[in-house]
Every structure is written in structure tokens, then in C-alpha cells.
């Protein structure tokens, strides 16, 4: 589809661009930075920070691949010539992770090697990709923007319309997790850590904070939130009419 091409494209621009400008801006203020500040400078994170951007395009370009189909209501014919709603769902899912994640990783790659260069600019630490970190972060990132394009196609397939598919992404990826921080006591401490994206996105840091999970198993509760949402969407999918 054409606008799948778009939706990629814009992407990739959209995060290399954002990759060069937060990467400079954090070399430029490095200088000027305490020792405690210096202590938590984190250049895998500032490189990948992109990521941010790139889940909401993935996830939305998961959430067309099913929601598209129930708005000009070509569903309909599609399921007469698949009746079998399992298969068709399961092809929808493979062939939207054959394009989220050579994206998700050209996307990762990208901003680590834009970034990386612009913070060894400014003279500020910078990493290669020879380095184990750099390769877990980069690799991770782009398996955790595979799983929010299939968070996105999971939650149009029970949602239905595109618009509140859209609305939810924006909640669940990005507005929760800004202010998880700011909410009081136990609330607070658990969704800082836990909740989903929160917890995937430690897969793209190289300084460890050890209230947070570490990477992979950040990554692990991302996978299993993403999975059981699937199974859910599988489930409506086969005995809601069309």
C-alpha cells in the first residue's frame, strides 16, 4: 500500500532527524554538566530516544493493517475469501512484522550511528557498535518496535476504529508513562516500572537504575502484555461478526 511507504518513510526521516538534534543538544550541555549529572549520562538512551516517535507510526501502521479493512468495510469480502479467520489474522500479523522489523531496526541503527557521531561532535561520551551494550540497545529497540506495531494491530482488531485505535496508542505508549513519575506512593513506583512500554523501553539504556528492570526483562514483560493482547484480539476476531 501506498500509504504504508509513507508511513515508513516519514518514520525513518522523522527519527533520524530527531536523533541528530536531541544527540547534539546533549553533547552541546555535556561540558556544563555536574559529576552527578556526567554519572547517569546515558548516550545509548539519547541516541535511540527516537523510539518515542517511532512506536506511535509502527503502531499505527499495525492498527491500519485491520481497522482500514472495518472502515471502507472490505472486511467483508476479505472474510468470505478466507472464512478462516484464524489463518487471515495470523497472516495479517506476519506480514506486518515483515515490515515493522527491518524498520524497527533500520530505524535503531540509524539513530545509534547519527547519534553516536553527533555526540563525539560535541565531544561528549559516545559509544561504538562494536560495544555489547550498543548492540543489545539496538537490536532490542528494534524488536520492541516490532512489538508495538503488533500492539497496535491487536488492539485495532478489538477496537475496530481507527480513531479510538489512535487515541489508546497515544494513552498507552506515551501519556501514561510521562506521568507515571508525578503519581503519588505505590501507584506511582509500580507503573514506573512495570507498566509496559516503561518496562520495554529499558531495553535501550545503557546506564542500569536499579529500581528499574533491567533490559531484557523489561523487554520480556513488553512481549507478554503485547502477547496476551493478541491472544485477546485472536479470540474477538473469531466470534464477533464482521
Not at 472490505?74 to 506480514?95: C, D, E, F, H, Q
Not at 509500580?190 to 529499558?202: D, E, H, I
Amino acid at each position: 500500500m501506498r500509504s504504508t511507504l509513507y508511513v515508513v518513510l516519514g518514520t525513518l526521516a522523522f527519527c533520524m532527524g530527531l536523533a541528530a538534534l536531541s544527540s547534539t543538544s546533549a553533547g552541546e550541555e555535556y561540558a556544563a554538566m555536574t559529576s552527578a549529572d556526567r554519572a547517569v549520562f546515558d548516550p545509548l538512551a539519547i541516541s535511540l530516544r527516537s523510539y518515542l516517535l517511532a512506536q506511535i507510526a509502527l503502531g499505527l501502521l499495525g492498527g491500519l493493517v485491520i481497522t482500514s479493512e472495518y472502515g471502507a468495510r472490505t472486511i467483508v469480502g476479505t472474510l468470505t475469501s478466507v472464512p478462516n479467520r484464524v489463518r487471515l489474522l495470523a497472516a495479517k500479523a506476519l506480514a506486518l512484522v515483515g515490515v515493522t522489523l527491518p524498520v524497527g531496526l533500520l530505524v535503531s541503527l540509524g539513530g545509534f550511528l547519527i547519534g553516536q557521531a553527533s555526540l563525539e561532535a560535541a565531544g561528549a561520551p559516545h559509544l561504538g557498535l562494536s560495544d555489547g551494550t550498543a548492540l543489545r540497545g539496538v537490536v532490542g529497540c528494534g524488536l520492541y518496535l516490532t512489538l508495538a506495531g503488533l500492539f497496535g494491530l491487536a488492539l485495532g482488531t478489538v477496537i475496530r476504529s481507527t480513531t479510538a485505535t489512535v487515541t489508546t496508542l497515544f494513552g498507552v505508549l506515551l501519556i501514561v508513562q510521562a506521568f507515571a513519575p508525578a503519581l503519588p506512593g505505590a501507584l506511582g513506583d509500580w507503573l514506573a516500572t512495570y507498566w509496559p512500554p516503561v518496562a520495554g523501553g529499558q531495553i535501550i539504556t545503557a546506564y542500569r537504575d536499579p529500581a528499574l528492570l533491567a533490559p531484557w526483562s523489561g523487554l520480556a514483560v513488553m512481549a507478554a502484555c503485547v502477547a496476551a493482547l493478541l491472544a485477546a484480539a485472536f479470540a474477538v476476531f473469531r466470534r464477533r461478526d464482521a
